[in-house]
């Protein structure tokens, strides 16, 4: 399952978001992603993806598309 299909798909579920509204240009703020809810959706990533998401690093994210590719960083790479 690829990050932005988690990130979409979690949103929706738990948040009620439409999933065509959330695209790698989507502002976090802009379809409503609190503090809460964006370390909810961190925490997701965790459990889903088995990686750590270090909190400092993730101050300064503010689109999905940044979410994704932080989150793709960690993740193990497969060759």
């Keep these: 399952m690829d990050t932005l ?6 949103l929706s579920e738990r ?7 959330i695209t790698p240009e989507t502002a976090l703020d802009k379809i ?3 503090s ?4 909810d959706l961190v925490f ?11 909190s400092d ?5 503010k689109t999905i598309g940044e979410l994704i590719a932080f989150v793709d960083n960690l ?3 497969t060759n």
């Excluded at 299909?5 to 979690?10: A, D, G, K, N």
């Excluded at 690093?57 to 994210?61: L, Q, T, V, Y």
């Design 5 to 10: 299909q988690i990130t979409r798909q979690f």
């Design 15 to 21: 948040y009620g978001i439409p999933p065509e509204s």
């Design 32 to 34: 409503g992603i609190d």
């Design 36 to 39: 809460l809810m964006f370390l």
């Design 44 to 54: 997701e990533f965790e459990a889903k993806l088995g990686i750590p998401a270090p």
């Design 57 to 61: 690093e993730i101050a300064d994210i």
């Design 75 to 77: 993740r193990p790479k």
